[in-house]
């Protein structure tokens, strides 16, 4: 009897289960219908797209792929406001959000939403830069949310002048950097790209408008820099320019122990006027490097160079440039001698080559181009970009580098310091508390079936391993585009920033609307 009675109570049990997950369903069919009935009426210049969505839901890192409801080509920013408005005015009975995105080069699905809405942000761009005060001592330019920073090198070239701060990669949309910091070799003079902004164009998550800068709304300035998209969608900016070079000289040497290699990066970037980009990176496993660096560049020793092996060996690669006019080549040529002068990289290693501003900056285009036409850009990009304390990245190099980490041929191991006193720490983004701490981007590609130590899996437990490492070893860093997947996590990363972060984001964006995809907030929905 009873045998019989549990067989009924299951069949009912299961019965009510499906017929719950059938109303869910039903409820959330009936939501989508809703939803795209609803974004079809909005008066728009631009166009709302429901079927070609699927390229909206990959990013550079390749491993995520959320499929969105649809994809907004906006050609205001009223359009984009009055998307944001009309999913704000449905409350929490819709689950629709929005994911500003620009050239989707986010590593971990940042830039999608789930049957949400993505805003395609270089839709905005076609709007002619404007650069002021060219003859002023503090230029600038007016620049689209959605403008790519090459066009913006392109444009103020023009004008003789260019931005202070870059990033590393030019094909990147200024709302995206600003979004996170934007860093490079030129960080530790003048700040990240965030450091360099006068003003903003704003769309909170309630569809308002604002102007912002530390004048005026000086509370969403300030959180939405370095804010993760989570305050807001930058639609415009007023960026720093300065005179810009002509040419550039490049250098690069290399050292065999990383404390002689950090030592002089660090007595680089305090000294004034010596270079004006300092990075690294570090060399493992790698043969042949020097005839490979030979191709554009020129060995100050040939003979020399030609007879140095690195074979093995973990090696540091010191890369500096200084800018130059055709006015002051030979007065910087001389000042530079004598500044390598007082460095202690190996002397054979001296190797330089002079190359347009232009083409220094954008460099790495020439790699993608490359990496292009072998199939290679596009694969799954498992990056891990860490901020490490000036007292312990010591301890980091030794435990990481040549140990977890036993190859780079697949992808560069950058590492440079920069000045903390560049930051402002009114931002949102997070970095560790020391004066001076160390960027380690470590890029690695998952090369195409290679698992053996090149796969997705191996390189993501290589990556959990460093981090692991670097808990127990009390290494105190903090992650730059940052992943983390728990609210205890997001609690630990921002710190002492957390408490403001969420009053900003309860001000700002109190339905959680804007970008799902980092996994800080959740929309609360309601199905009632």
């Not at 959330?28 to 728009?44: T, W």
């Not at 720093?240 to 002509?246: D, F, G, K, Q, V």
């Not at 040529?333 to 232009?358: D, I």
């Not at 312990?392 to 030794?398: P, R, S």
Request: charged residues 20%.
């Amino acid at each position: 009897m009873s045998y019989l009675l549990r067989k009924r109570t299951m069949l009912i049990v299961r019965s009510f289960t499906i017929l719950l997950l059938s109303c869910i369903a039903f409820k959330l069919a009936c939501c989508f219908s809703s939803s795209i009935s609803s974004l079809k009426a909005l008066p728009l210049v631009g166009h709302l797209e429901f079927e070609d969505v699927h390229h909206a839901s990959r990013d550079f890192g390749n491993r995520y792929q959320l499929i969105p409801l649809a994809v907004l080509h906006p050609k205001s920013v009223s359009d984009i406001a009055s998307a944001i408005r009309h999913i704000w005015m449905m409350g929490p009975h819709s689950q629709l959000t929005v994911a500003a995105r620009g050239r989707g080069h986010s590593l971990q699905g940042q830039a999608q939403t789930r049957h949400g809405v993505v805003i395609h942000m270089e839709s905005l761009h076609p709007q002619k830069l404007q650069v002021y005060s060219v003859d002023a001592p503090a230029p600038y330019v007016d620049v689209s949310g959605g403008e790519l920073w090459i066009n913006i090198l392109h444009e103020t070239l023009k004008y003789g002048l260019a931005p202070k701060s870059w990033t590393d990669y030019l094909h990147l949309t200024v709302g995206g950097t600003l979004s996170n910091a934007g860093i490079s070799g030129q960080a530790f003079r003048h700040g990240p790209q965030i450091s360099n902004v006068h003003q903003l164009e704003i769309v909170t998550g309630k569809g308002e408008i604002l102007n912002c800068s530390k004048r005026q709304n000086s509370d969403l300035f300030d959180g939405v820099l370095g804010g993760l998209g989570q305050f807001g969608i930058i639609t415009r900016a007023r960026i720093a320019l300065e005179p810009a070079p002509t040419m550039v000289k490049w250098i690069r040497v290399l050292y065999l122990d990383f404390s002689a290699f950090a030592k002089d990066q660090e007595q680089l970037i305090s000294a004034d006027n010596k270079f004006d980009y300092i990075e690294g990176f570090v060399i493992i496993n790698r043969t042949g490097l020097l005839n490979n660096w030979r191709l554009s560049f020129t060995p100050e020793e040939p003979l020399e160079a030609s007879q140095f092996k690195s074979d093995g060996r973990t090696l540091y690669c010191l890369e500096l440039a200084k800018y130059l006019k055709q006015d002051n080549k030979d007065v910087i040529n001389q000042e530079v001698k004598e500044t390598l002068s007082e460095l202690s990289y190996v002397s054979s290693t001296l190797f330089s080559t002079e190359v347009t501003y232009e083409a220094f900056l954008d460099r790495v285009h020439v790699s993608e181009v490359k990496l292009r036409s072998k199939g290679q850009w596009e694969v799954p990009h498992p990056w891990l970009n860490l901020l490490v304390p000036r007292s312990t990245i010591k301890e980091f190099a030794k435990g990481v580098f040549g140990n977890i980490l036993t190859d780079t041929s697949n992808g560069p191991v950058i590492v440079y310091p920069v000045n903390k006193s560049k930051w402002d720490n009114q931002t949102s983004a997070v970095t560790p508390e020391e004066e001076v701490f160390y960027l380690v981007a470590i890029l690695t590609s998952a090369v195409p079936g290679k698992e053996d130590g090149g796969g997705v899996e191996q390189i993501l437990k290589r990556n959990r391993r460093i981090l692991e490492f670097s808990e127990e070893a009390g290494i105190g860093l903090k992650q730059y585009l940052p992943h983390y997947t728990t609210r205890e996590e997001w609690r630990s990363h921002f710190g002492a920033k957390w408490g403001e972060f969420v009053r900003r984001k309860s001000r700002y964006d109190p339905l959680a609307i804007l970008a799902p995809g980092q996994r800080i907030f959740e929309k609360a929905v309601s199905y009632s």
